[in-house]
């Protein structure tokens, strides 16, 4: 079998292709099929017609929060707090963007009224997170404190500051269990016109949950990607999620995933049998998969991780190839870019 290494999913990217906005329309993006012997130019909207009655189609229904809180030390230093995961009551996991990190027992005072106490590091005394308690006059739950003084966490390569257009639009239309500080951007495609001619073809639907990390953007810095360490996020796979997987294996349909983030949801439990907890899977080039066989899928960093998982499921060589053809076409990339279909290698027909 083929040792890949970090250089392997390097590629060079027009900083232009880096898309700012979202398209006009959800389902107007483009889609790039590539489950085809060569790639062929799409609009989003042709998905059903390439998905067959009794597929799968298994969505991410994690919610973005405003995860993003501003404030200042005692002193008087300006920080950014980035919410990575709530725990019980009013404390928090967060990432902490300041000049000089504050001792535990730290009060800080932050933008819309409420106060943020460090407890500590985590998940332990030389963890990269901060362990935090918020405290507000009248109450108000993290989840609330996010909603009302919060912004959206956007991408460190979309370079606006978050606007309305933001908030509506790094969202999918079915999100519904709030967690996640970066959108499943492959779902951020699907609107309810398209969702309903998915339903007309006779393809199913289920959910997932998979809460989406700030790691999710962090760089492999290692160039033997065996060395490098996976972030950690939270997931959970539904019992009914669990029988429709079933049901679609049983009448021969094929399983869609949309997004990495399901991937790695599916293929988690695939691997441990545990249908919920916390995930490191690390998905690279020779790795079985055990639930999926199309994905429908983002344009990725280079040398990131998703690149290595899109390699894993499609191919490296028709990977890069693919990511080749859409540089030459103008594809937009990254979150608010397009799409592609994806089938697992070997698929049968």
Known sequence: MQQFSLSDFDFELPPELVAQH???ERSASRLLDGTSPDPVDRVFRDLPQLLRRGDLLVFNDTQVV?????????????????????????????HMKVSKKPPVGTVLAMAGGFEATVLG??????GPLFHL????????????????????????????AD???????????????????AAPTAALHFDEALLARLDERGV?????TLHVGAGTFQPVKTENIAEHTMHAERYQVPEATQRAIAACRSRGGRVVAVGTTTVRTLESWGATGEPAGDTRIFITPGFRFRHVDLLVTNFHLPKSTLMMLVSALAGHARVMALYAHAIRERYRFFS??????????????
């Open 133 to 160: 308690r918020l405290d507000s006059p009248d109450g108000e739950t993290p989840y609330d404190l996010m909603a009302r003084c919060g912004h959206v966490p956007l991408p460190p390569y979309i370079t606006h």
């Open 22 to 24: 979202p398209a006009e």
């Open 66 to 94: 405003k995860a993003r809180l501003f404030g200042h030390k005692p002193t008087g230093g300006q920080l950014e707090l980035l919410i990575e995961r709530v725990l019980q009551g009013q404390e928090v996991v967060a």
């Open 121 to 126: 590091r985590w998940p332990d005394d030389q």
């Open 336 to 349: 608010y870019g397009d799409a592609m279909l994806l089938a697992r290698e070997n698929l049968p027909c």
């Open 163 to 181: 606007s309305a257009e933001d908030e509506r639009r790094y969202q999918t239309v079915f999100a519904r269990v709030p967690g996640a500080v």
């Open 204 to 208: 199913e639907r289920a959910s997932v």
